[in-house]
Nanobody, 124 residues
Framework: QAQLVESGGDLVQPGGSLRLSCAAS????????IGWFRQAPGKEREGISC????????YYRDFVKGRFTVSSDNANNTVYLQMDSLKPEDTAVYYC?????????????????WGRGTQVTVSS
């Protein structure tokens, strides 16, 4: 059974950096598009970034563009989200997701498999 597991969330000060990992098992991410999403308390889940491993194309929402970088390590079946210049408003539970019909920009309704999330807290 396909499974995604996020890790790397932590408490970090504003301006700091974190790298989130999304490790897959039960499916090869080589030809999938993988999305990163987040949900802050009291807010709806929102998509933030997407990478299509089939062609390497990436996508970012405007509010993370220039600060976040998505990458893929196909040998380890893992996708990463490097987050720099973190702001308090980036505080949320971060999820990765994928699916057979997923494609750029990684819309949530196309996702079949979701991880359980990792908490990112940006606070001084």
């Amino acid at each position: 059974q396909a499974q995604l597991v996020e890790s790397g969330g932590d408490l970090v000060q504003p301006g700091g950096s974190l790298r989130l990992s999304c490790a897959a098992s039960g499916l090869s991410l080589d030809y999938y598009a993988i999305g990163w999403f987040r949900q802050a308390p009291g807010k709806e889940r929102e998509g933030i970034s997407c990478i299509n491993n089939a062609d390497g194309v990436t996508y970012y929402r405007d509010f993370v563009k220039g600060r976040f970088t998505v990458s893929s390590d196909n040998a380890n079946n893992t996708v990463y989200l490097q987050m720099d210049s973190l702001k308090p408003e980036d505080t949320a539970v971060y999820y990765c997701a994928t699916g057979a019909h997923a494609t750029i920009p990684c819309r949530s309704f196309d996702m079949e498999y979701w991880g359980r999330g990792t908490q990112v807290t940006v606070s001084s």
